[in-house]
Structure formats: C-alpha cells, structure tokens
C-alpha cells in the first residue's frame, strides 16, 4: 500500500465547479480582450478613411492654388496690362486707330495700316444685303 501521505494529495484534485469556474473566467477574459481589439481596428479603420479624404483635399487645395498662382502671375503680367489698358481704358499703340462703336462700352482696336482703316471703313458703309453677298460670293476659293 502507499503511504498516507500520498493519498491525500492524491484525493485533493481540483473539482469539477473549480474547473468550469476557470473557465468561464478565461472565456469572459477572451471576449473582453476581443472586443477591445475589434474596437482599436475599427478605430485605426476609421482613422485611416479620414487621412485618405484629407490627403484627397490636400491635393485638391493644392490644384487650385496651382491654378491662382497662374492667375496672379498672368494678372501682373504686361500682356494683361495692355490688354485691359486697350479695353476699359481706350488706349493705343503709336500706328493704331480706335473705333468706338455706339452702344457699347469697350473700344475696339484695329491694329494696321491707314488703307487697312480705310477698307473696313467702307466696309462698314455698305448695307447688309451688300455685305452677305461678299461673304458668301466673294470670298470663295475656288478649288479645281
């Protein structure tokens, strides 16, 4: 036979409640840790999303400041001066004629010589029936 000391370590195994009781406890444990990593996923998910739209706006921020740089160079440039210097304000080279056109507000520049002013002055003269037939008639080219 054995020893008595040897049968009763023998005889105090866990019991079956102490067993279930682990493991539930290490059940519960698992799903509380689950859900937390479920949740920091989803964060760093959402997270994510939200970088990805602002890079988008970035770049399109970007764009459109790319686009007014153009548009303040262009604005300074002596091409935009001269060009609204001849609109809203009438003015001309040395060599041009303005003619201003009742009615309207802008003056229009004919840039040429004196003979190419006087054509379309008597261009101008002309009547409108006149003036169709020589753009449907006169200015063909003849193709043969």
């Not at 005889?11 to 279930?20: D, H, I, V």
């Not at 519960?28 to 937390?36: A, G, L, P, T, W």
């Not at 399109?60 to 160079?73: D, K, P, V």
Request: hydrophobic share 35%; glycine share 4%; net charge positive.
């Amino acid at each position: 036979m054995m020893p008595k000391k040897f049968r009763k370590t023998r005889n105090k195994r866990p019991s079956a409640t102490k067993a279930q009781a682990l493991f539930i406890v290490v059940c519960i444990s698992f799903v509380i840790v689950s859900v937390s990593v479920v949740r920091e996923l989803l964060r760093r998910h959402n997270i994510s999303n939200e970088v990805e739209k602002l890079k988008a706006e970035i770049t399109e921020i970007e764009s459109q400041n790319n686009e007014f740089q153009s548009l303040i160079t262009y604005l300074r440039s002596p091409t935009y001066t001269e060009q609204e210097g001849r609109i809203k304000l009438g003015l001309q080279k040395k060599g041009e004629h303005v003619i201003a056109i009742p009615g309207t507000n802008t003056a229009t520049p004919i840039i040429g010589s004196a003979s190419t002013l006087n054509d379309r002055v008597a261009q101008s003269k002309q009547g409108n029936p006149e003036k169709w037939w020589n753009h449907l008639f006169r200015n063909k080219i003849d193709i043969s």
